[in-house]
C-alpha cells in the first residue's frame, strides 16, 4: 500500500506525539486549561459561518466552564443531547517571538477539530482527513471514549513552528473546538481541551502544566526499526480485532530508520486488539497482531528474521522499566535448549502518536516453528489422532481464549480458583466435544495420579505421564526469576499425539513483567526463599494459586537431583554469571538512546507504577538493580540447590485443624486443617446434640495444608437453623494388607474438634 507522504507529513507534524529531555533554556507554561469559562454553542442547528474566526462577536452566546456534555462524571456544563458542541476562549499572547513550541491536549468523546484563529490546527482521525469540510450534524465515524474521568491522560497534538508563526497573533487570539457525537442515542458527550507553550527560561506569562503533563518534542528517526500503525479513526478494542494499516521501516542493523522513509520490512493489512489482564489498566497498551492480505485473510510473514507466521504479540514494556525482563528469560529459556518466543525491539508510531518502545513476541501457538506438535483438525475424535496436540494454559477465567474448565480436585468450591485450564489449542471456538473430553480427562488424570499415595511410582505415577525434562526447565526458569505469578498464571503445557511422545511438556514459558525482584508482595522483592512455598501459604488470601502437584513433584528426590544437575549445567553455560552480565550488557547496548524517548514519552521513572518494589530514578540505575538482583538470586540457589538440606514447599510438622473463620458466620465458615503426610481424613459437621449433619470431605489428601467451607447446608441440601455446630476432624491411620490388596483401617491417629456459631 503506497503512502500518500505530503498527507501523512502534514498530520504527523500536525498531530504526532513525542517526548524528549526539556532544555535547560526553556521551560513550558499553560495557556488554556479545560476548565475554563468558554462561550459555547449547541449545535442543534449550524452555528455561524465565521464561529471560529478571531473576530466573530460571541457575546450573544452562553458561557459555561468545560468540559461540556451531558452531565457524566468529566463535564462542567451540561448540554442538551445534540449531536455537536461548539465552544470558543480568548488568549493573549504578549510576545509572539517568545513562543518556541505549543502544544494542544484533548480528551474528547468521541470526535473533534480545533482551530487557532479560524484555522484548522488538529482533529481526531474519525472526523476525516485533515481540512475536509465538518457539517454541524456530522457524526464521528467511530466510537471514542475520554480517558481523564478513568485516570487517563488527553491526547497530545503538536504544533509546528510554522502554524505557530503563521497561525498566532501578538495580542487577541481564539481557540476554538468543536465535539461531534457518534450517533444520537449515544449517552455520553465530552470535550475537554488545554493549550501550552515552551517559553524561554526567565519567561513567565501563563501557569503551570497540569500534573500529567510531559514535555512534547519532535520524534523522526531510531536505531530501532519504525512500526506505524494506523486504524483509520477506529478505537482498538479488547477483542475481535479490527482492520487497521502497518508498515514497517528498517533498514538493517546499524543502519538509521527515519519516518520518512519509505515502508520497506512490511507494508499492508493487519488485525488489532488490546490484549493482557492487569496490563489493561496501564495507559501504555500492549496489542496482539495479526498480519492478513487484502482480502482478510492471515498473511504468513517473516518480520525481523523470525520464521514466517501471521500472528504477533506487540508487548509494551511499562511496569518492567528495565525494558528488558522478559526478553532476558526468553533468551535464557532459548540457549537453554527450550522454545521460547522470539524477541525483537521497535519503535510504535500509532495513530500518529508515538508509543515508546515495543517488543515484538511470537503468540504462543500450534507452528512448526513454534509449539512443534501435530495438528489437530475437527474431524480427529478417536484412537491416536485423538491424542494430540493440544496446548492449555493454567490462567485466569479471562483472557485471549474464555474456554476452559478447573481443576476436580479444587477443595474450596467456587471460593478457591486452584487449577483454572484453558483451552490454548484447539482453540474454544475450534475444539470439539470428544477433544474436550479427551484433553479433561487426561488433566485429570495426571492430577489425580499426583493426589495418589503411589504417585512416584516409575510405572503407574507420574514420571510416566510427563516430560521429565521440561518440568526441569521450567522449574528452573520460573525459580531464577523468581516470577510472582510463576506456576499458578500464564503457565503452558501441551501434548503431542501418543504416538509421537505423548507425555505432558511444560511450557513455553511466558510473561515475566513480576520476575526478576520487581514485585512488592508476597516475597517478590526478596532473592531469597522458593516461589514454590507459596503454594499453600502465602497465597491463602489470594484467588490464583499455585497448583498442589508442583509442591509434589519438588518433593520427589529424584526431581530434586535431576534439578541440582541441570543447574550445575546451567551455570557453566547460559547461566554463568558472565554469560549473563554479557546478554544484559548486549540489550542495554541495543535500547540505547530509545530508552529516553520512552521514559519521556511516559515519565514512570522515578515513580511507583503497581507492582515496583525498587524505584530507580534513571534507566541506569534500573538495569542495575536487575543485574544485581539475578547475580545475588543465582548466588543463593547456588547455595539451597547444591547443600543437602535444600528444602521447598513448607510442610506441616504436626496434625492441626486451626480455628474456624470467621466465627459466628452467617454465609461460609472456612475450615483449615494441616497434615505432615499424605493420609486418609474425615472432615465432618455435628450439631450439639450429637447428630450428622454434613459430610465435608471423605478421602485421601496429600501433605500440606487444606481449606474448605462450610455454608450451613445439611446432607439433605437444607439450610440449618441458627445455632452451635461441631467440626470434627478425624485422622485415620491405614496399612496395605498386601494378601487382600486392600488398605485396612488400625485405629485414628488423629482427631479434634472445633465448634462454630450459625447466626441467621
Request: glycine residues 8%; charged residues 20%; aromatic residues 16%.
Amino acid at each position: 500500500m503506497k503512502r500518500k507522504k505530503l498527507v501523512f507529513l502534514l498530520n504527523f507534524f500536525i498531530q504526532f506525539f513525542i517526548v524528549s529531555e526539556l532544555s535547560s533554556q526553556s521551560h513550558w507554561e499553560t495557556v488554556i486549561y479545560a476548565d475554563v469559562n468558554w462561550h459555547y454553542f449547541v449545535g442543534t442547528t449550524p452555528p455561524p459561518a465565521n464561529w471560529n474566526d478571531i473576530d466573530f462577536d460571541d457575546s450573544g452566546w452562553p458561557v459555561g466552564q468545560g468540559g461540556f456534555g451531558y452531565g457524566d462524571e468529566d463535564d462542567n456544563t451540561i448540554i442538551t443531547n445534540a449531536l455537536a458542541v461548539f465552544f470558543r476562549v480568548t488568549f493573549h499572547v504578549s510576545e509572539l517571538n517568545e513562543i518556541l513550541n505549543a502544544v494542544i491536549h484533548g480528551d474528547y468523546d468521541d470526535g473533534f477539530v480545533a482551530y487557532i484563529n479560524g484555522v484548522e490546527i488538529a482533529r481526531s482521525t474519525n472526523m476525516g482527513p485533515p481540512g475536509a469540510s465538518v457539517f454541524y450534524n456530522q457524526t464521528a465515524s467511530v466510537n471514542h471514549e475520554a480517558t481523564m474521568y478513568q485516570g487517563g491522560i488527553p491526547e497530545t497534538f503538536m504544533i509546528t513552528n510554522v502554524q505557530i508563526d503563521e497561525l498566532f497573533l501578538s495580542g487577541e487570539n481564539v481557540f476554538s473546538v468543536e465535539i461531534h457525537n457518534v450517533d444520537s442515542t449515544s449517552s455520553d458527550m465530552s470535550g475537554l481541551f488545554f493549550l501550552s507553550f515552551e517559553l524561554p527560561e526567565g519567561v513567565s506569562h501563563y501557569g503551570q502544566p497540569p500534573n500529567w503533563f510531559s514535555v512534547p518534542t519532535e520524534f523522526s528517526y531510531s536505531h530501532l526499526p519504525i512500526v506505524i500503525v494506523n486504524t483509520n479513526g477506529q478505537d482498538i478494542p479488547n477483542e475481535n480485532k479490527i482492520t487497521a494499516h502497518m508498515g514497517i521501516i528498517d533498514n538493517g542493523p546499524g543502519e538509521t530508520n527515519h519516518l520518512s522513509d519509505p515502508y520497506n520490512h512490511y507494508d499492508g493489512f493487519i488485525g488489532i486488539e488490546l490484549r493482557g489482564s492487569s496490563t489493561l489498566w496501564f495507559p501504555k497498551k500492549q496489542f496482539a497482531v495479526e498480519t492478513r492480505d487484502s482480502l482478510g485473510e492471515n498473511n504468513n510473514v517473516s518480520l525481523f528474521g523470525m520464521p514466517e507466521e501471521n500472528d504477533w504479540i506487540f508487548n509494551a514494556p511499562y511496569t518492567d522499566k528495565s525494558l528488558m525482563r522478559n526478553v532476558l528469560i526468553y533468551n535464557m529459556a532459548r540457549d537453554a535448549g527450550r522454545y521460547a518466543s522470539r524477541t525483537h525491539y521497535f519503535e510504535l508510531v500509532l495513530n500518529d502518536n508515538y508509543q515508546g518502545i515495543y517488543v515484538m513476541l511470537e503468540k504462543v501457538k500450534k507452528d512448526n516453528n513454534r509449539v512443534d506438535i501435530a495438528t489437530l483438525n475437527p474431524d480427529d475424535v478417536s484412537g491416536d489422532d485423538l491424542t494430540g496436540g493440544y496446548i492449555v494454559k493454567i490462567d485466569k477465567w479471562d483472557g485471549e481464549n474464555l474456554g476452559g474448565w478447573y481443576s476436580s480436585l479444587i477443595e474450596n468450591d467456587n471460593d478457591r480458583k486452584e487449577g483454572f485450564y484453558q483451552y490454548h489449542y484447539p482453540k474454544p471456538d475450534d475444539i470439539v466435544p470428544e477433544q474436550k473430553e479427551y484433553i479433561i480427562n487426561y488433566i485429570d488424570n495426571f492430577e489425580q495420579v499426583m493426589n495418589s499415595e503411589s504417585y512416584t511410582n516409575t510405572t503407574s505415577g507420574y514420571p510416566n505421564i510427563i516430560h521429565w525434562d521440561s518440568f526441569v526447565d521450567f522449574f528452573i526458569m520460573q525459580e531464577i526469576t523468581k516470577n510472582i505469578d510463576g506456576y499458578r498464571l500464564s503457565s503452558y503445557f501441551y501434548k503431542d499425539k501418543d504416538s509421537n511422545d505423548g507425555r505432558l511438556v511444560a511450557g513455553p514459558i511466558w510473561d515475566f513483567n513480576l520476575g526478576f525482584g520487581n514485585a512488592n508482595y508476597d516475597e517478590g522483592w526478596d532473592t531469597q526463599g522458593w516461589m514454590i512455598d507459596l503454594t499453600e501459604h502465602i497465597w491463602a488470601e489470594y484467588d490464583w494459586y499455585v497448583p498442589f502437584w508442583w509442591c509434589l513433584i519438588w518433593a520427589d528426590e529424584r526431581f530434586q537431583s535431576s534439578v541440582r544437575k541441570r543447574w550445575q549445567e546451567l551455570r557453566k553455560s547460559t547461566l554463568s554469571d558472565n554469560f549473563v552480565n554479557t546478554v544484559i550488557d548486549s540489550l542495554h547496548d541495543h535500547i540505547g538512546v530509545a530508552a529516553d524517548r520512552n521514559f519521556e514519552r511516559w515519565p514512570i521513572l522515578g515513580e511507583y507504577v503497581w507492582p515496583n518494589y525498587f524505584i530507580g530514578e534513571t534507566y541506569e540505575e534500573e538495569v542495575e538493580y536487575l543485574r544485581d538482583w539475578i547475580m545475588t538470586r543465582m548466588e543463593w540457589m547456588d547455595n539451597e540447590l547444591l547443600s543437602s538440606h535444600a528444602q521447598m514447599c513448607l510442610i506441616p510438622e504436626v496434625f492441626g485443624l486451626n480455628s474456624i473463620y470467621p466465627n459466628p458466620f452467617n454465609h461460609k465458615a472456612f475450615i483449615q486443617y494441616l497434615l505432615p503426610i499424605g493420609t486418609q481424613v474425615n472432615l465432618d459437621i455435628f450439631n450439639i446434640k450429637g447428630e450428622h449433619v454434613f459430610k465435608i470431605y471423605e478421602g485421601y489428601n496429600r501433605p500440606g495444608v487444606h481449606t474448605f467451607n462450610w455454608d450451613g447446608i445439611n446432607k439433605y441440601g437444607q439450610s440449618v437453623t441458627s445455632g452451635m455446630y461441631i467440626i470434627m476432624l478425624e485422622i485415620n491411620n491405614y496399612h496395605y494388607n498386601y494378601n487382600k490388596q486392600v488398605h485396612q483401617k488400625v485405629a485414628p491417629i488423629y482427631l479434634e474438634t472445633r465448634k462454630v456459631i450459625m447466626v441467621k
